[in-house]
Each structure stands twice: as structure tokens, then as C-alpha cells.
């Protein structure tokens, strides 16, 4: 890293400054983590991108296919959802809508019921998460195209049998602790949660009013939810979402799991020691060998079932997700 540095807001509503220590809510970067605790049992030898994943998550051996617009019509597997799959999102898992949105599309639909279980405490980790998941009809059939979805949380179940370890604990052990990383978590200690970021929409979402407010989703640490001079408004309610430590503790042991929490700072020395092949100031926890395997094409390297030259996912055109021949 040649310079790091911090500008902005952390809370607009608190006028909070951005700092190093800042922590934001990883969502979807959180999979980078999940995919390098996979590699490193695959090179123990304990799981193969070619198994099913029904060896280790049998809720999955009697999944099935949706129709294309409506989930009355089911098709049997044509063969069984692959451990790759789930690293390269051609599982069929889909996903259901967020931050209080409405589902945007048919398959959306499909995972409100499970995104409301998770919002009212009833699904209380990821074991729970993937039973119900898996009954979830998929939205094509494995490999036959990409889509965006819950194939990550599925690849972390998969990690805790396999591990026999809860992914928490796992990625703690094996990943933050031997890195260094001190200020990544799943749930933000309490002494910690003055640094967290708070989380915004924007109204209208697409920005382009002359008039643009922000709407709280996710409270920060400071607890202010708005401000009438930074047009920062407040939801009814604070989000479920919340990531800060409590008694009660919130969903992964909840699921999904882009719940992990970071700062620049750590996310910075995880991805240094992608770039070094696998190792970081004399730790190594990939082979040069694993770190090439993930800057290979996982639309196309690892199958045999034909694709479209541009993958079409909800009549867009992803033409970016390819490798140039």
C-alpha cells in the first residue's frame, strides 16, 4: 500500500468525519473472506470443487427447479448443485430483496418469506438459514447460467461442517487472527461501536432530483438517526439489520452472511495478502497455486455445460462477468 488516507463523512446525521479505524458494513465483500477459509480446507484435502454439496448439506438433495416466471411449475435436478457452483454463482440460488425494498422481479418473490423469518429472530443461524433455503425452488438449473444470490451463505454452511467449527469462529481463527486484523467482526463490540459507519439510501434512489435527501437504514455508532441541514432522514424504526453487539444476538449467528464488519485498514491487509499469492508479512495462508485458481474465468474454466457468450440475467446484458478470449 503506497498512501492511505481518509475524507468524508462516517455519519452524515452526527457529522462524524471519516477516520482509519471507520467501520463499514461488508456485505457482499465478505465473500472474499468466506472463499479463502474455503480454499485453505481444500488444500487439507477435506472438500473438491466437483462434489456435491448434498454430501455435506443433504437439505439439498431433493432441490428443485422453478419455472422462468412463476414458481408453480417444478423440474428436477439435471444434476446435483457442485461445490463450484456455489463459488461461481451457477448454483441457481437466488436471492430476496433488502433495506426494506419490495421484490424487484419474480424470483424475488420467492425469498420473502424467508427474508421476513430472518427479520422477526426465527432463523437463528446458518444451519437453520440453509434448511429453509433449500427449499427454495432454484431459479435455473445448476450451471446452465449465473446468478447473483445466496451461494455464499450456502459455501459458509459448508465450511462449518466441514471445519466443524462455526463460520465465526472459523474465520476468526484461521483468517483475522493470524493476519492481524483487529477490526473486523460479525457483531461490533460495544466499545468499538463509536467508530461504525451509518448506512444510507438516497431519495430518489437514482439521484438525479434537484432534490435528493438521505434516509437512515442502518444506524452508526453515534445513534443519530437525522439531520435536517445534511437532508438526512429517519425510518420509523431502526433497522433489524443493526450490526452492533447486543444481548440478543443478531442474525449470524445469522445468516446472510455479508453481516462481517471492517475497515479499510484490515480489508486493505486481507486484500495485500491476495496480492502477495497468498501471504502477508511472513504468514501464509494460500498456495501461490489457490490464489492463481481464483483469477481463473469460474464462468467457463470448470464446466462443460454450454452457456450463452453473454449470459443473460434479468434481460441484462453481463457482458463485464466474462473473460476476454
Not at 42 to 66: C, H, M, T, W
Not at 184 to 207: I, M, N, S
Request: aromatic residues 10%.
Amino acid at each position: 500500500m503506497i498512501h492511505f488516507e481518509a475524507h468524508g463523512h462516517a455519519d452524515l446525521a452526527a457529522e462524524k468525519p471519516m477516520l482509519p479505524q471507520t467501520l463499514f458494513r461488508l456485505y457482499s465483500q465478505t465473500k472474499p473472506f468466506v472463499v479463502v477459509g474455503f480454499l485453505m480446507l481444500r488444500e487439507q484435502g477435506l472438500v473438491d470443487l466437483n462434489e456435491p454439496i448434498y454430501k455435506f448439506l443433504p437439505e439439498f438433495g431433493s432441490a428443485v427447479v422453478g419455472a422462468k416466471r412463476s414458481f408453480g411449475e417444478l423440474a428436477p435436478l439435471v444434476r446435483p448443485i457442485l461445490v463450484r457452483d456455489l463459488l461461481g454463482h451457477t448454483s441457481g440460488i437466488g436471492f430476496g430483496p433488502g433495506f426494506g425494498y419490495q421484490p424487484e422481479n419474480y424470483y424475488e418473490v420467492s425469498y420473502v418469506p424467508l427474508v421476513e423469518k430472518v427479520d422477526r429472530g426465527e432463523i437463528r443461524s446458518l444451519a437453520e438459514w440453509c434448511q429453509e433455503l433449500a427449499q427454495v425452488p432454484l431459479r435455473f438449473q445448476p450451471g446452465k447460467d449465473w446468478g447473483y444470490g445466496y451461494s455464499s451463505d450456502v459455501l459458509g454452511r459448508l465450511i462449518e461442517v466441514v471445519s466443524k467449527r462455526p463460520l465465526e469462529e472459523f474465520l476468526r481463527c484461521e483468517i483475522l487472527e493470524k493476519l492481524q486484523l483487529t477490526e473486523t467482526f460479525f457483531q461490533v463490540p460495544l466499545d468499538k461501536a463509536v467508530d461504525l459507519a451509518a448506512l444510507y439510501k438516497r431519495e430518489p434512489w437514482h439521484g438525479s432530483s434537484k432534490s435528493v435527501n438521505f434516509v437512515t437504514c442502518d444506524v452508526g455508532g453515534s445513534q443519530v438517526m437525522e439531520n435536517a441541514k445534511k437532508r438526512v432522514l429517519a425510518l420509523p424504526k431502526i433497522d433489524s439489520s443493526s450490526v452492533l453487539a447486543s444481548k440478543r444476538s443478531v442474525f449470524l449467528e445469522g445468516a446472510p452472511i455479508t453481516r462481517q464488519v471492517s475497515s479499510l485498514r484490515d480489508c486493505g491487509r486481507f486484500f495485500s495478502m491476495l496480492v502477495n499469492n497468498g501471504e502477508l508479512d511472513g504468514i501464509r495462508l494460500l498456495s501461490p497455486e489457490s490464489v492463481q485458481l481464483l483469477r481463473r474465468d469460474w464462468l467457463n474454466d470448470f464446466t462443460t455445460e454450454k452457456r450463452q457468450s453473454v449470459p443473460q440475467v434479468d434481460g441484462i446484458d453481463q457482458w463485464f462477468l466474462h473473460r476476454s478470449p
